[in-house]
């Protein structure tokens, strides 16, 4: 089984559950709080940093190095265009959206105006969950999405009190 480590907030995780769905690849969740990651986080995630994907071949980390490793991985629809030069410029899109557009628009405005609008089935099964971790304090979000039906891992990397990272802030 597949088991992403990441909250549903995060627009890096969404991005690896989006393609999974698209991919119909079956995974569980570890939907850990960024900064809340245990002792065992930091041997998946040098960085700290989420998301993580965890297979039967291998331990990943960074969205974009997760999706393309999918998309070479499983069959159904192409996750990038076929033609070189589109694909070019979806890696930059990709690239913009990730460095750029996290560091100057808040995500979630983005996630409404731009990913709910193309209303792609695979984020509109991801919005419940995200809606209830924005109302759940993090101690209680396993139980609360437990009861709300998702995909979660029996076991956790998250830890009770936040940790930094190993890249400094600001
Ligand atoms: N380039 C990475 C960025 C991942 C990232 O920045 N994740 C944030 C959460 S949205 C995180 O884990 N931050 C914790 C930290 O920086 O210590 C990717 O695409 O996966």
């Known amino acids: 089984m597949t088991l992403v480590v990441g909250n549903y907030l995060s627009p890096y995780v969404r ?3 989006v393609c ?3 991919k119909g ?3 569980t969740i570890d939907p850990i709080t960024p900064f809340f990651g245990n002792d065992a986080f930091a041997a998946v995630s040098p960085l700290r940093r989420i998301p993580v994907l965890i297979d039967d071949e291998l331990t990943l980390c960074d969205s974009t190095v997760i999706c393309e490793y999918l998309d070479e991985r499983y069959p159904g629809p192409a996750l990038l265009p076929t033609n070189r030069a589109d694909r070019a410029q979806a890696r930059w899109l990709e690239e913009f959206a990730d460095s750029r557009m996290g560091d100057v628009i808040i995500w979630r405005l983005f996630n409404q105006l731009v990913t709910r609008i193309h209303a792609q089935p695979a984020f509109e099964q991801l919005a419940q969950f995200e809606q209830l971790v924005l109302q759940t304090p993090p101690a209680n979000q396993r139980a609360a999405l437990l009861a709300a039906g998702a995909p979660l891992s029996e076991t956790s990397f998250g830890a009770d009190v936040p940790r930094r990272g ?3 802030l600001g």
């Open 15 to 17: 991005k690896v559950l």
């Open 20 to 22: 999974l769905t698209m």
């Open 25 to 27: 690849v079956p995974y």
């Open 166 to 168: 190993v890249m400094p």
